[in-house]
Every structure is written in structure tokens, then in C-alpha cells.
């Protein structure tokens, strides 16, 4: 309370969201610990969030490629069965404002780059909500709270050495769900997440 300066009511309170999330144990009589960190509810927007704003651990972005192998081309799959064109339409606003990313110029400590880094993050967590959502199942829907935040800080961090523009591996997927080739959806969304891979610092 001292050292943030805040009332006991306020301690309280964090400390009750902040066991509700996992991160802490509270038990009367013995006091307040910190719990392991396998026990953090991961899948949480808050506790996501303050992970990677700490300094994510090594493992952190090897395990999210994980994630996104098991989600993401199955979402594909089911958006190329349920698309709507509402969903079309939304990938291919991302897809245009992937492409106005990489034509713009951007003025970065008095040297002229191609691209401009914050349009083209926007322009792909865009991209890959849309994707969940077209899926139609709303726990894939869902799980944009787990993925596009870590997606956000990694595209972020390689940005600036990517060799391999994503617009056409991603026009690809979008291709398929609009084909509506289920398999053709899954192996090009494979292909977004191994450039990923292969993009990663």
C-alpha cells in the first residue's frame, strides 16, 4: 500500500482479480504468494498481455507457432465451409491494406524505408481476426484475444528483417475460402505460419 500509494480497499481488489486470473493464492492466515507460473491462466487477455509487455520467456513465441498450427488452419478449413460475404469482404480489406502497407514510404531517423511497419501489423492481426471469425465457430472466434496480441508483438520485432512479403501467402488463403477448397484453406494457411516461422528472430 506504501509503496503504490493506494487504499487497502484498492489492495484488495487487485489482489482478488489477480487470483481470479491465477497468478496469485490468497489463504487466510498465511498470506498472499505468487502461484507458478503454469498455473497463470494464459489464455487470459490481462495476464497475455502483461507477459509479453514483461519480456516474454524464450519459449513463449516457439509455443504461440504451436498454438497457431493447431488453430489456424483448421479455422481455415471451416471458413472456407461457412464463409459469408461479410467475411470475403473483410480479407480482402486486409489484403488491400496489406498491400497499401508495403507501398508506403515511411521517414524513419532521416532515411526513406519501403513500408510502413505500423500499417502493415494493423493490416495482418486484421487479416487473421477475420479469419477466426469467418470460421464461424466462436470459440475459434475467440481465440483472436490469445493470438493476434502475441501476433501484434512478434510481427512488430520482424518487420524489419523480413525478406518475404506476407500479402501473397495470405491472398492465397483467402483464395481458398472463397473457393471454398477446405483442404486448399488448411495447407495455404500451413504455408502463412511457416513464413512466420522462418521470419521469427
Do not use: Y
Not at 89 to 101: E, I, R, V
Not at 150 to 174: I, Q, Y
Amino acid at each position: 500500500m506504501a509503496e503504490l500509494d493506494v487504499s487497502q480497499t484498492v489492495l484488495r481488489e487487485a489482489i482478488k482479480v489477480l487470483t481470479t486470473k491465477g497468478l496469485l493464492d490468497a489463504r487466510q492466515k498465511r498470506g498472499t504468494f505468487v502461484r507458478p507460473r503454469d498455473d497463470w491462466n494464459l489464455l487470459d487477455s490481462d495476464v497475455l498481455r502483461w507477459t509479453i509487455d514483461s519480456g516474454a520467456p524464450g519459449a513463449f513465441f516457439a509455443d504461440l507457432l504451436e498454438l497457431r498450427r493447431a488453430v489456424e488452419p483448421a479455422a481455415a478449413a471451416l471458413a472456407a465451409l461457412h464463409r459469408t460475404d461479410a467475411d470475403l469482404a473483410a480479407l480482402d480489406a486486409a489484403l488491400s491494406a496489406m498491400a497499401a502497407a508495403e507501398q508506403t514510404s515511411v521517414m524513419t531517423d532521416a532515411v526513406m524505408t519501403e513500408g510502413d511497419p505500423v500499417l502493415a501489423v494493423r493490416a495482418d492481426a486484421s487479416f487473421h481476426t477475420a479469419l477466426l471469425t469467418a470460421s464461424g465457430n466462436p470459440f475459434f472466434a475467440q481465440m483472436r484475444r490469445v493470438i493476434i496480441p502475441a501476433l501484434v508483438v512478434r510481427d512488430r520485432l520482424v518487420h524489419a528483417g523480413r525478406h518475404e512479403h506476407p500479402l501473397p501467402t495470405h491472398a492465397r488463403v483467402a483464395e481458398r475460402v472463397r473457393a471454398r477448397d477446405q483442404d486448399g484453406a488448411f495447407a495455404a494457411m500451413l504455408d502463412v505460419i511457416e513464413l512466420s516461422r522462418r521470419g521469427h528472430p
